[in-house]
């Protein structure tokens, strides 16, 4: 009763898992040890699989002014950014002149108005404009108001660059000015978003090698600045692509020959405010600035300046002939990886493990390169980096020791698959020994032990029964 637990309740998917979340709050919430309502809290409980919710994996939102009656109101609001993800407003109406939280702060100041108790009162999910994205209501009881605060249109754009080749080999004889190395690269630029327009105006900016304050290269035909920026017209569901030719400038001249080529694009909303219908909100972009980015690497020293083509050959060998369901156990991997051909740039050996093992070690036998291994963002792959490059006419040699604390006995082998690539390209006829798979097989082994016990302490008969004591047990068939 004292921290008005319940004062407000809601109810809202929060973490899109499917199942309905419960949302309480405490806005008198009494912090005992410090005599003060400082925390405030309001209480996300997620409903687990069974349908229960319970105190474990609860979520605690706390609010920052004293007195303020944070979480006086939580209302669930539906997804009003477009992220897939339903939003949560939550109510501090004496925080100040008053406030609502949502993915930001709001108070009256921000709508030019000079009321008291903002959020007093909130209704939510309901889509008062019909521009397809809920809007929230908040009321200020003791200014006798009540506020429509709109949701604005999300557009989201996308750009995705794709170059062509995918990296620059420098060693080429008589690249110079007269015969510059050039390379091509395709940009596509589009947009979505839930009630947005049909065409919107961008401004874009292309930057090439945007890492570097000197520019290593620049467009085709174009001796002015690395940058091109234009305004363009984007139509909704159709892509505008355009493929442009870059070269390399002053190659002689380049000091840094390692560190990739970056190709950058920026977008920027355009809208005109005054040609909007009275009462029509003008469109956000989700994030102001973003920029999307790919990059060529420089490569050199091929044996064949033709075609540079590397041949890379993956052998995997396993310490374990058999495991045993059930039991906790461990296996090691020994990989040897040779490039019979040119330098494979960006080496990398991808190895994915079954869910029941843990990646713990590893170990150089041959190789003169530094190898590192690290378990990805799915722990049920490990990516090895291998070499760049990986030199020609190489061969090098590792292992990779996994174990598990139960090895699982839903299958009849425990897989193990490994694949071995590079950034350079590689003859379609050569990629049959990219791939390996190790499979171990499974067995049942059961321990059996009979253990028998009396629990009767004392037999007493009498000597009348001994004649019966004496009698052999025969087996008797019906």
Known sequence: MGSYFGHSVAVSDLNN??????????????????????????????????????????????????????????AALGDINDDNFNDLAVSAPYDGDGAVYILTVLRPRDFGLNIRTFGYALSSNRDADQNQYPDLLVGAYESDTVILIRTRPIVRPDVTIVTQPRALYLSRPGASDTKPISFNFTTCLSYRGIGTADQYSFTSVLALDALKVKSRARLFNSKGPVKHEENINITKNSPLCDTWTAVLKDFDRIQDRSSPIAIRMSLSLLEDEDALDYGELNTLMETPGEHWETRIPLFYECVNNDTCATDLVLSVESDTEKMYMGAADQVTLNVTIENRADDAFESYLYVHIPTAFQFYSFKAIRSELSIQCTAASVHTTIVCNVGNPLPAE???????????????????????????????????????DNNYNISIPLELEINTELVGNSNIGTVIYKESDSKSLNKPIAQKKT
């Open 394 to 432: 190489t061969k090098i040699s590792f292992s990779l020791s996994f174990s598990a604390v139960k090895v699982p006995g839903d299958e009849e082998a425990v897989l193990f698959n490994l694949n071995v690539s590079s950034l350079t390209r590689e003859e379609p006829d050569t990629l049959y």
């Open 17 to 74: 898992d499917g199942r309905d979340d419960l949302i309480v709050g405490a806005p008198r919430y009494w912090k005992k040890d410090t005599q003060t309502d400082k925390c405030r809290p309001n209480h996300v409980y997620y409903q687990n699989t069974w349908g229960v919710l319970n105190d474990e994996g609860k979520s605690v939102i706390t609010g920052h002014v004293t007195g303020g009656r944070f979480g006086f109101v939580v």
